[in-house]
């Protein structure tokens, strides 16, 4: 006999946030150890192999440790408060991602009406941390950082936006479970060609957004030494920087598997496969949509700023418009409409 | 695989600041001017290179190389160094091609005093100047590529280096000061087992090179990123005495091995790799092609090596006699040469040493102005540089 447990409101939603703050930074480990490992397979390397013995998965525990045992620089000429807010305003709304994302059909933390349009709001908050984080630093490189990743932003939220919306139309609902429901098979397959074409604009975007190379342009190493976070040390950096970012990662890869490949749905709806829990395929789904960002991540060089907006706004933007119509015309005409 | 093949696209090269506030806001955006300090500290300088940039916006208005950060004054030593420690010494100027700069000293003091290099000597100098040179080459290729932003072919190119590393360990006990060059010839024989591992490395980069190259020349990104960008015209680079792979990407056919054969260089077949456009993209082409052809040099030189002494009949004191010469060899960044001028003392009276480095980034503010700051990064990348050659 399990004895019932009724929790208030503010229980409920303390127990929520205890989730979010122990299964993310899990989830970031894992992924940021899994970057490590494929780029250094990639690049016929070994990769971390020490920390923890086997195959060095402890690596980036030491690293976090190392980190917190920096000295907390803050220059002289920065502006101390925004500068030291900034990590905190573009690590929440990543954390904050995570809970309209359903794991399995009722392992959701809460399943928002508009959950779509939630994510894609509190998705662009983190643009303003690091405009802090730029503009506070007194630096120019930083500075030169912020603005470039601000003009990025603007150009690439429409593709994902635009994209997104026509996942909605397709569906019918904003709430990310109803989405999910709604793919007997999943988007990218079906409709064919378009629901394919939708999930590259959404990769693109993602990419862009994440600041991932080819688009890695506000932290372009080899220009701008690390852009806005320049400045940054210890667990200001951590945070504001590398935590923020493989989260933010994993966000999107869930965000592309909610949206695209089916969610905790299996593949393709086949008897045998059903078998296997939702959990399961949500995870597989996820890390091979890691995979595919960390993929590409390691094979091309970097654009040029103006190149990136032209691609934004002379072909991505009026090719998800098309796909937009394309996607209406197949819910009007398709075999279903 | 043709060099046409390869080009595509055509862009704006030159950016006006002005023009773009124009486009922006019909003229009504008013720009300020800002001082960018590129270096001595930065991640894109391999050293410490500072550049100061004024920009406007991402736009180069000015850019102004700022040198002698590293100067180390080898030119005051050597006048203080006997002839074999200069050998050891200016292994140093250039660190990426050690056993190239060792080259022209000793041709010189060969000059002067008359001694007779062995053909086996000869042999094994050629072959060991073109392992250094494809050394030198994959870690520009290397750096190249990150400075893009594309890592993955960085370590791959480091791979490939291992192999010929390892044969130049072998031999002179050194990875990168060998100190191996003596007047007369080399310090000693190479050890058995030198030649195989040579051949394995040298055929192994010609085996795969093809394959980095599709991944990094064959990327439209990078064409973006380098077709069209940082024109040096041939005439400016002739005004600068720009020489090298820069020089030959700009359509200067010029290579001291090919026009004024030292060593044993013209029994060898090979060919000046140049290209016409002298772009980012074409030096990098360049560079990626004389790979090659110092591979298929290295082929042809451990092949037939002929057996013999090593060095030759060297007098215990190297005192050359009084009198001066000057020789120029084909560095791999482009032409070294030394002017060396002896009053008959075991010490050099003077050595001007003319390094590629230093000519070539001369003429960087002819290049850089007008560019965007992300293009300044990739034809920084693309000249080649190595710092401790700009300031000796």
Not at chain 1, 100 to 106: A, C, E, F, H
Not at chain 2, 12 to 40: F, R
Not at chain 2, 141 to 168: C, K, N, V, Y
Request: proline share 6%; glycine share 8%.
């Amino acid at each position: 006999m399990i004895p019932e447990i009724t929790l208030n409101a503010w229980q409920m939603l303390l127990l929520k946030l205890g989730i979010i703050l122990a299964v993310v930074p899990t989830m970031t480990l894992v992924a940021g150890y899994a970057e490590h490992k494929v780029m250094a397979h990639l690049q016929h390397r070994l990769g971390p192999m020490y920390p923890g013995g086997f195959h060095g998965w402890a690596i980036l525990l030491a690293d976090g440790l190392k980190f917190l045992y920096k000295e907390d620089i803050i220059p002289a000429s920065a502006d101390r408060r925004v500068f030291s807010m900034a990590p905190a305003v573009i690590f929440v709304p990543v954390l904050l991602l995570f809970l309209v994302i359903p794991i399995d059909r009722t392992l959701i933390i809460e399943d928002l009406d508009v959950g779509l349009f939630y994510l894609l709001a509190i998705g662009s908050v983190g643009a303003i941390g690091v405009l802090m984080a730029g503009w506070s630093s007194a630096n120019k490189y930083a500075l030169i950082g912020a603005l470039r990743s601000a003009g990025q932003l603007i150009a690439y939220e429409l593709p994902i936006v635009l994209s997104a919306a026509a996942v909605a139309m397709l569906a019918g609902s904003l709430s990310l479970v109803a989405i999910v429901e709604a793919q007997d098979w999943p988007f990218i397959l079906w409709p064919p060609g378009i629901g394919l074409a939708l999930f590259m604009l959404f990769i693109l975007g993602a990419m862009a957004e994440l600041s991932l190379p080819p688009f890695d342009m506000p932290v372009a190493e080899s220009e701008l030494i690390t852009g806005p976070f320049t400045e940054y040390t210890g667990m200001r950096f951590i945070f504001g920087f590398f935590f923020a970012e493989t989260a933010h990662m994993i966000a999107f890869a869930g965000i592309g598997t909610t949206l695209f490949l089916g969610g905790y749905k299996p593949i393709v709806p086949w008897g045998p496969l059903e078998v296997i829990p939702g959990i399961i395929w949500f995870f597989v789904k996820t890390a091979f949509m890691i995979f595919l960002l960390l993929w590409i991540r390691f094979s091309f060089p970097r654009l040029r700023e103006d190149q990136l907006q032209k691609f934004a706004w002379k072909f991505l933007i009026p090719l998800s418009l098309a796909l937009i119509l394309a996607t209406g015309a197949w819910i009007l005409y398709g075999p279903g409409g | 695989m043709a060099l046409d093949e390869k080009r595509v696209t055509s862009q704006t090269p030159v950016h006006d600041p002005e023009e773009i506030a124009k486009i922006v806001s019909g003229g009504n955006l008013i720009t300020e001017q800002m001082v960018l300090n590129v270096g001595p500290q930065h991640p894109a300088t391999h050293g410490v290179f500072r550049l100061l940039a004024t920009i406007d916006g991402e736009v180069l208005v000015n850019a102004e190389p700022i040198i002698g950060y590293m100067h180390r004054g080898y030119e005051k030593l050597v006048e203080a160094r006997d002839y074999r420690q200069i050998t050891n010494l200016i292994s140093r100027m250039d660190w990426l091609s050690g056993f190239n700069n060792e080259l022209p000293m000793n041709l010189a003091l060969e000059e002067m005093m008359e001694i007779e290099v062995p053909e086996r000597a000869q042999y094994l100098r050629v072959a060991m100047l073109e392992m250094n040179r494809i050394l030198n080459h994959l870690m520009f290729f290397a750096s190249f590529g990150a400075e893009l932003g594309a890592i993955t072919p960085t370590f791959f190119a480091f791979r490939e280096r291992e192999d010929i590393q390892l044969a130049m360990e072998m031999a002179t006990g050194g990875r990168m000061h060998f100190g191996y060059m003596r007047p007369g010839g080399i310090r000693e024989d190479v050890p058995r087992g030198f030649i195989r591992q040579a051949l394995k490395g040298v055929r192994q980069v010609i085996d795969r090179l093809s394959q980095y190259e599709d991944l990094l020349v064959g990327n439209e990104i990078f064409k973006q990123r380098t077709i069209d960008v940082g024109v040096l015209e041939k005439e400016i680079a002739y005004n600068y005495g720009v020489s090298g792979p820069i020089a030959r990407g700009s359509g200067i056919t010029f290579d001291v091995r090919k026009d004024e054969p030292y060593l044993v260089y013209d029994k060898f077949d090979f060919e000046v790799q140049s290209a016409p456009n002298g772009d980012c993209f074409d030096r990098f082409w360049v560079l990626v092609r004389e790979v090659v052809e110092s591979a298929k040099i290295v082929e042809q030189a451990l092949g037939d090596l002929p057996s013999g002494p090593v060095l030759g009949k060297v007098p215990r004191v190297i005192q050359p006699p009084e009198g001066e010469v000057y020789i120029r060899t084909e560095n791999p960044l482009g032409e070294l040469g030394f002017y060396l001028i002896s009053d008959g003392d075991r010490r050099p009276y003077r050595m001007k040493i003319r390094t590629p480095s230093y000519n070539n980034v001369s003429v960087l503010p002819r290049v850089l102005k007008g560019q965007m700051v992300a293009d300044m990064i990739a034809i920084l990348g693309s000249f080649f540089f190595v710092l401790g050659d700009i300031d000796r």
